[in-house]
């Protein structure tokens, strides 16, 4: 048939024309397999065309969207005007799905429309995630084997109805007078394989890969007849460089036309396959023109355009292209195999290009912020509008990189555990807010990533200059990428300890500002020093293992807090960090940690928790949700001895009755242990539903006195500090003289001293 364009397929329903009508043996498998449940089900129609399936699914108990990018088609179906049909002009392949929410259909079907599609495997993809946990998508097909080579185009071969079943956990196909009927269930996750072709010959050791990007931000994969995903590339020819080699390849396999200008060489890789040595280059091609085609069909059966965070979901990919790709977007493949890889200086121009989903996302995560008044200034909400937040995160779905609510981890130690993430966009927000920068500025990040450098880099304005310095050299090396794909120019990555700032960087008067972004157990000295005067410091400190994003504003020496946001971020994996003293109780169950200063004297805990445990009310409540942030922060600082319960939840015997979070404020002292939970309140006439009181408990002959101690501690924070917020705070370096600090509880750390100046002081 060979309809490319929206007005042919127009032409052809004005004109009534009509496809295959649907016979009685696909009505009996769908009823057979995939049958309307219970409640009625919702499905979608995809290429409905008339509207023929699309009516009679709602005749057997389906809610249906049916969906086409024909007017004329829908026209005519709507005259119909069936029940439980909802007809919407949708383009499945180019538009914003937002009118198809995830999770919402039972079944989804694609009725003689499949082989039409040109990027099917993403297609596949973003209807498999509109599916619910047991929804099936059925496509119905004419196959090659049984189609007039003049009608091509319209039927599937048996490499296609593989490509069409490999992502799926579940296939059955059925024949049905002659059209294939292939039933999916269950996606394909993170299951991808990385293949190796034969043994290659002596000559073909060197090569080039083309990396190309459509409008939309999408790579361009072709399948191989090896039935593997491909980059565009190939061998080079004598001595041709590897931009032309690139660029001519990728002429020569897809259509697409490229100037040598356009193709960086970013990085050289080396392998070893069955013996021979394996040199590709990366070559990231920024601009290109021409239609997509496949060209040489003894190597491709097609060419499609893949999301960067679908790429691990793939089947099977060639090595040297995943590497490839790997280098250009460090962390879309997971666990690949080591290689050797030998980056290029340098950089190439931005390359834009996203989907207008990505868009819409980035616009509402802004009004959210907004809202919540984490971002009240003009310039830090234009740097939220402007910023493309998913081309920092390239593995996450638009919908999670653009959740202002959630941090994306980005890197993960041997043990699971994050050591570097993008944090949560409201976060990021109030954290540059409370920066007050001013354009022009040159501003430290400790702690690296990209995104949020480019935020800063934009509030900057085109004068501005950020630095943005961390330990991990993947790190680094995501932040050099991703800054040049999508960034200003205008951010300086540097490898390096951020516990000594940006030596080498600083201005003449110092830095604008600067922010870091990952847990500190103290402040370094650096940070103040390389501070300009007056200006601010933003920095999420512990305070005997609690967080808060302190901003301080530097006078001289001495670091003056402006503000708190609770918080948490990943832990220093610099120089300054630390590992927290603990000791285990009852086998482990229960467990003190001393989050600052050394481990305190345990002996006769373990003897004090055999015995009776003491309990003091302390008649202070909380509402549900209510915060009781600056209790801990209070607690932690004022009372002697203090440190924290943690609890075991698989070893919990209620011995502690700590409630949901597993730690709690705790104070030790002469072999005798109390700690603060809270418990709801239920059994008084005068009780609020759903508020809970403080509950000072204890073990050990010295018990009541100190749970006596902890339950003062709360009532006066109820009584002075409740309704002020947090206290005064400043910061001098360590070495400075207790006649020099103003009054206050002092908490010492090693490159510092830290004044709190509660409310209730003098009272």
């Not at 024949?175 to 999916?184: K, Q, R, W």
């Not at 007849?225 to 590897?242: A, D, N, Q």
């Not at 040159?442 to 330990?471: F, K, M, Q, W």
């Amino acid at each position: 048939m060979g309809y490319v364009q929206q007005e042919e397929w127009n032409t052809h329903y004005a004109q009534e024309r009509r496809f295959r009508s649907l016979g009685d043996a696909e009505r009996a498998l769908l009823a057979e397999h995939v049958p309307a449940p219970g409640d009625g089900g919702r499905a979608l129609e995809v290429g409905c065309g008339l509207g023929e399936l699309a009516v009679h699914l709602a005749s057997t108990g389906y809610t249906v969207d049916a969906v086409d990018w024909a007017d004329s088609a829908l026209d005519h179906a709507r005259a119909a005007s069936p029940a439980g049909v909802r007809w919407l002009r949708l383009d499945v392949e180019q538009d914003d799905l937002a009118l198809l929410e995830e999770n919402t259909y039972d079944l989804i079907t694609l009725r003689l429309a499949y082989a039409f599609l040109g990027d099917r495997t993403r297609v596949m993809h973003d209807l498999g995630r509109r599916l619910r946990e047991d929804g099936a998508i059925v496509v119905i097909t004419p196959l090659a084997a049984n189609t007039p080579s003049e009608k091509r185009d319209i039927a599937l071969d048996e490499d296609e109805i593989g490509l069409l079943s490999a992502g799926w956990e579940q296939v059955r196909r059925f024949d049905a007078d002659g059209l294939a009927v292939v039933i999916l269930r269950s996606p394909r996750l993170n299951q991808i394989a990385v293949a190796e072709k034969h043994k290659p010959a002596a000559h073909a050791v060197t090569g080039a890969c083309a990396v190309v990007t459509d409008a939309n931000g999408r790579v361009l994969l072709g399948r191989s007849i090896s039935r593997m995903w491909e980059l565009p590339g190939g061998r080079t020819e004598g001595s041709e460089p590897f931009e032309q080699t690139a660029v001519r390849e990728l002429a020569e396999e897809t259509g697409l036309i490229a100037d040598p200008v356009d193709a960086h060489v970013l990085s050289m890789l080396w392998d070893d396959n069955h013996g021979i040595s394996r040199l590709t280059a990366v070559v990231r091609v920024t601009a290109h023109s021409g239609t997509l085609a496949c060209r040489e069909a003894d190597k491709f059966t097609r060419w499609e355009w893949h999301p960067l965070h679908t790429l691990a979901h793939l089947d099977q990919i060639f090595a040297p292209s995943a590497q490839a790709l790997d280098a250009v977007w460090p962390g879309v493949f997971p666990g690949l195999p080591p290689v050797h890889a030998y980056p290029h200086a340098i950089a190439h121009p931005r390359v834009d290009g996203e989907p207008a989903q990505a868009v819409r996302l980035r616009q509402d995560m802004t009004a959210r912020l907004f809202a919540g008044a984490w971002a009240p200034s003009n310039e830090v909400r234009a740097a939220l509008r402007a910023v493309p937040r998913h081309r920092f995160t390239p593995e996450s779905p638009l919908t999670r990189a653009y959740d202002d609510d959630l941090a994306v981890i980005t890197r993960r130690d041997d043990e699971g555990q994050a050591t570097s993430s993008v944090s949560a966009a409201w976060l990021q927000a109030d954290m540059i807010e409370r920066l007050r920068l001013k354009p022009g500025m040159t501003v430290c990040e400790v702690g690296s990533g990209g995104y949020n450098a480019e935020l800063l880099a934009h509030v900057l304005g085109p004068d501005g200059r950020v630095v943005s310095v961390d330990i991990d050299p993947y790190v680094i090396a995501r932040t050099h990428r991703f800054t040049a794909e999508a960034g200003s120019g205008r951010v300086t990555a540097l490898l390096g300890d951020g516990h000594l700032g940006a030596p080498g960087h600083v201005p003449a008067a110092g830095f604008g500002g600067c922010v870091v972004t990952h847990n500190c157990w103290d402040i370094a000295p650096a940070w103040r020093e390389q501070l300009a005067e007056g200006r601010y410091l933003v920095v999420p400190l512990e305070i005997h293992g609690y967080t808060r994003a302190i901003t301080f504003q530097k006078h001289g020496d001495v670091l003056h807090a402006r503000g708190f946001t609770f918080c948490g971020f990943v832990r220093d994996l610099g120089s300054a960090s630390r590992t927290t003293p603990v000791a285990d109780l009852r086998g482990g169950e229960l467990q003190l940690r001393f989050e600052d200063g050394d481990q305190a004297d345990v002996s006769g805990i373990e003897d004090a928790l055999r015995g009776p445990r003491h309990e003091v009310p302390t008649g202070v409540t909380v509402a549900p949700q209510e915060s009781f942030e600056t209790l801990q922060l209070y607690l932690a600082t004022t009372v002697p001895g203090f440190c924290r319960l943690a609890l075991d939840r698989a070893r919990d015997t209620a011995i502690a009755a700590v409630p949901r979070g597993a730690n709690a404020p705790a104070v030790l002292s002469d072999g005798s242990l109390a700690y603060l939970t809270h418990v709801p309140v239920t059994d008084t006439a005068t009780s609020e539903k759903g508020r809970a009181e403080f509950i000072a408990h204890a073990y050990g002959v010295n018990g009541p006195r100190l749970a006596e101690q902890l339950a003062t501690a709360v009532r006066s924070w109820h009584r002075h500090v409740r309704a002020h917020g947090y206290p005064e705070l400043t910061v001098f370096p360590a070495g400075t003289a207790d006649r020099d600090l103003p009054t206050g509880h002092v908490l010492d750390k090693p490159h510092s001293r830290l004044v709190f100046a509660w409310n209730d002081e003098g009272s």
